[in-house]
């Protein structure tokens, strides 16, 4: 079964072709997946375009997938070397996410479906980036707990079978990504700072500053408070925000990498502590993490310290942590195999908490 993923939640645009060999419907529904082979993917990321807003501006974000779409599938066809009819089905990134650019990659993937009269299939984001660590031959299975870390969700949940999912908590407030982002943000770095503020903490091996653990004797999830923590701190310091000095001058400022220490240090003792206390309350091995910020140094080596080796920690291969359309083709095509179909009048669900999702009947 070769399937055509469309992503286009946020502000990366992607489209990916992977042939899928679920076992059979059966298996692929009850403990695991099956698997997919990549034919050709492609994304397309606008950091570069809303860098200079300090953030994503969703009316930009549109119009950009609207402009690059119809390029990446040419390209990707070109180089699976197949063509439009060679594809037994579609699907597409149906929410959570920013709703006009949401609508863009779902009234693309329509107009293809029916043009070709292939299946389609709605899928949702969060459940993609949750099985991100399945796209690649591994020895994880259901149940699992699953870390989300992006820039827009931060949530532990119980994986109990492909397509049910029980949430354990999400953050009440700012994503880990966005705390990582807002805190790089005080500190000078441009938007998204998070990868760059990871570097300038790379620098240095201890900080003198120590930020509140936010939330960590209390239950749930909270980085909002990080947030006005740093921007005390960092007032304090620097006597002014410097928001625009480069990246590179940046990285070489004892100061800024001790408070990029300390900033890191937090999110991530948070992140492994509620994650060692969900896993022992639910009684849970295998711990699977996906999103942006799986892509974070710090926290792999913490939560590989934390649960030790062997086969109990995964992540989702570094390029597919961020958004991708691969993630979306691995959830579209187990999903399309057991017969899910999207209804004709549905649309995009900018609001899709994964514990909403339901196991294809
Ligand atoms: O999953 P993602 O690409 O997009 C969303 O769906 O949100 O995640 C992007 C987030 C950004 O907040 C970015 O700063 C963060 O992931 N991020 C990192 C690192 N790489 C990406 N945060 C900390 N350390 C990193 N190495
Ligand atoms: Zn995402």
């Known amino acids: 079964m070769v399937v055509i993923a469309i992503e286009t939640s946020c502000d990366e645009t992607a489209i990916a072709v992977v042939r899928f060999d679920g076992t ?4 692929v529904t009850r403990n695991s997946l099956g698997e997919i082979t990549i034919l050709a ?10 860098e200079q807003y300090g953030g994503v501006v969703p ?23 197949l063509t439009v009819k060679d594809l037994n089905g579609i699907a597409v990134t149906r929410g959570p996410g920013l709703k006009g650019a949401l609508l863009i990659g779902f009234s693309f ?66 994503a880990a990504g966005e705390a990582f982002d807002k805190a790089a943000a005080l500190l000078g770095f ?22 509140p653990r ?24 620097l006597g002014r925000v410097r928001r625009d000095r480069a990246v590179e001058e940046l990285i070489n400022d004892r100061m800024i990498s001790e408070l990029s220490f300390s900033i890191e240090k937090t999110i991530v003792e948070v992140l492994v502590r509620k994650t ?25 080596d913490e939560l590989h310290r934390a649960l030790g080796g062997g086969d109990t920690l995964f992540f989702a291969d570094r390029r597919y942590c961020s958004d991708n359309a691969v993630m979306i083709g691995l959830v579209g095509a ?12 549905s649309s995009v669900c900018s609001r899709w908490p994964i514990e909403q999702m339901v196991r294809p009947s």
Request: with cysteine; charged share 25%.
């Open 109 to 174: 993937a329509k107009g293809l479906a029916a043009a070709t009269g292939l299946p389609l299939v709605g899928v949702n984001h969060i459940e993609g980036h949750l099985l991100s660590p399945l796209i690649h031959r591994s020895s994880l299975r259901f149940p699992f707990l699953s870390l989300i870390v992006s820039g827009g969700h931060t949530e532990l949940v119980e994986a109990v079978a492909p397509g049910e999912y029980r949430l354990i908590c999400r953050t009440m407030d700012d």
């Open 41 to 50: 993917e492609r994304v397309w990321s606008q950091v570069a375009i809303h």
């Open 276 to 300: 060692m206390e969900a896993r022992a309350e639910r009684g849970l091995e295998q711990v699977a993490v996906a999103g942006g910020v799986a892509a974070n140094r710090v926290l792999r």
């Open 214 to 237: 936010v939330m960590l004797e209390r239950p749930g999830l909270s980085f909002s408070g990080l947030k006005t923590a740093v921007a005390l701190l960092v007032r304090r310091e």
């Open 190 to 211: 441009r938007y998204p700072g998070g990868a760059a503020l990871s570097r300038a903490a790379e620098q240095v091996a201890e900080s003198r500053y120590s930020l």
């Open 24 to 27: 059979s419907v059966d298996a």
């Open 334 to 345: 187990w999903r399309l195999a057991a017969g899910e179909r999207l209804a004709a009048r």
């Open 59 to 81: 009316e930009i974000a549109a119009r950009e997938h609207l402009r690059v779409l119809p390029l990446l599938l040419e390209e990707v066809l070109a180089e699976a070397g």
